[in-house]
Nanobody
Framework: QVQLVESGGGSVQAGGSLRLSCVAS????????VGWFRQAPGKEREGVAV????????AYADSVRGRFTMSRDNGKNTLYLEMNSLKPEDTAMYYC?????????????????WGQGTQVTVSS
């Protein structure tokens, strides 16, 4: 069983930066893919960034590309999401997630492991 714990959320003004962290209880890097997702009030959860661990390739949502960067530190079992030039529309609960070792499903609702989330609020 993998447990994921996010931290680093908070309140910032537009244009500011935050760095989210997600610590795994054990090595989650056997996961085929890991990612960050977010959900704003009244909206569906959306994918923010995903890393496929076999080759460390990454993909980003159009809305955050060029402003957010996802990375991971294998030695610390930690995922990061560096968020720059934040906008009010980035306000949401942010979750990290990991898949099983042998699959990376396109439907993220089926991903195996999820954290509890960390709130990000961006004021204008």
């Amino acid at each position: 069983q993998v447990q994921l714990v996010e931290s680093g959320g908070g309140s910032v003004q537009a244009g500011g930066s935050l760095r989210l962290s997600c610590v795994a209880s054990r090595n989650a890097y056997s996961a085929r893919c890991v990612g960050w997702f977010r959900q704003a009030p009244g909206k569906e959860r959306e994918g923010v960034a995903v890393i496929w661990t076999l080759d460390d390739s990454a993909a980003y949502a159009d809305s955050v590309r060029g402003r957010f960067t996802m990375s991971r530190d294998n030695g610390k079992n930690t995922l990061y999401l560096e968020m720059n030039s934040l906008k009010p529309e980035d306000t949401a609960m942010y979750y990290c997630a990991a898949e099983m070792p042998d699959i990376c499903r396109a439907d993220s609702t089926k991903w195996a492991y999820w954290g509890q989330g960390t709130q990000v609020t961006v004021s204008s």
